[in-house]
């Protein structure tokens, strides 16, 4: 059955000069509001009871949930709110997608938080998301299946890029080469500190906008970003001359986890005072620009801006870059902060290096 408004209904349906629909199945309101078999939804869209309620502007409720005329969700399960807010079993939706309790929600705009975190319209979302290490690993795998830039940072790439950093002294193909945390620590007399794993989503953390490292509050998302900010502006400002002693750290595609192709390279180095130096290059476009950060000794952060552009940077841990797969963040200015993933790039074409000999030789 269709009515005036070009809403239709199932079997025995009836159907108002709104749209309004009540009872039986496949019903829809005015506004397009939808409800499985059994459901009401009144001339303004309104749904309730039955299962697999939505309402006019998009909000769905498993069975037993009510939906408003303005998208509301509340009760049931596998709640959605009209500007794409969801949330787990017994959270509640309102008609802006703010989500409330439950677990695993997410904002309209992509947010996510974890269990009992609210998400609001704007996509804030208290909690890194956590991904595992076979999510990390399959991406990975995925990521260099895929790449096919296996000529840049090689000696006649050097000759073809003059603005690119190159340490003095280092042989062909030195940049590819891994570090260990082995190598790490020797370099940089770390021994015997234990590594720090930067784990966005699970050692690292944000809620209610505080950043907690291990547990421990880290300052507020300003306070970090500033920190972090400050950390690289050290390295990009302290006397490094690339004739200097510097260890290979590798060269890694940047990418979001499940996404298995990189536009994205990066070159890194550390020297014995903790200077990052290194490339990032635009594979797409052959655009490369210098990297310049610097490691804290005491937290192991690594921090490090990207060519003019002082406002956003890329963070991850010193002992992340001795990993195949290292999680990392890339903040956008103070207001904007996204996962990523640093996957490392074993060269097939340039020369190999045990990675703990000496970057020089």
Known sequence: MTGPQGNTAGRAVGVGPDGGVATAGGVRGADGGAAARGAAVGPNGGVAAGSAARGPDGGAAARGAAVGPNGGVAAGS????????????????????????????????????????????????????????????TTAVGVRTNYNHWDIYGGRWYTDHPGAWFAAGWATGAAWRAASWASVGA???????????????????????????????????????????????????????????????????????????????????VNKQGVIRGNY?????????????????????????????????????LYNLTKDEAPALVHIGDGKTEQYLLVRLKNKDQDSADADSSPTS
């Open 78 to 137: 596998a709640a959605r709110g009209p500007d794409g807010g969801a949330a787990a079993r017994g959270a509640a939706v309102g008609p802006n997608g703010r989500v409330a309790a439950g677990s695993a929600v997410r904002g309209p705009n992509g947010g996510a938080a974890a269990r009992g975190v609210v998400a609001g319209p704007a996509g804030a979302a208290a909690g890194f998301a956590r991904v595992t290490p076979s999510n990390r690993y």
């Open 187 to 269: 370099w940089m007399d770390y021994y015997p500190t234990t590594p720090m794993y930067y784990d966005y989503g699970n050692n690292i953390t944000y809620e209610n906008n505080n950043v907690y490292v291990d547990g421990q509050d880290a300052g507020t998302t300003e306070q970090y970003y500033a920190q972090a900010t400050e950390l690289a502006k050290s390295g990009a400002t302290a006397k490094a001359p690339s004739d200097g002693d510097w260890l290979p750290l590798g060269v890694f595609a940047l990418t979001k986890n499940r996404q298995t192709n990189a536009i994205v390279t990066i070159q890194l180095a």
């Open 281 to 317: 290059t635009d594979t797409k476009t052959g655009k490369t620009m210098v990297i310049q950060g610097a490691v804290d000794k005491k937290t192991q952060q690594v921090a490090f801006t990207v060519g003019d552009n002082q406002s956003n940077l890329i963070e991850t841990g």
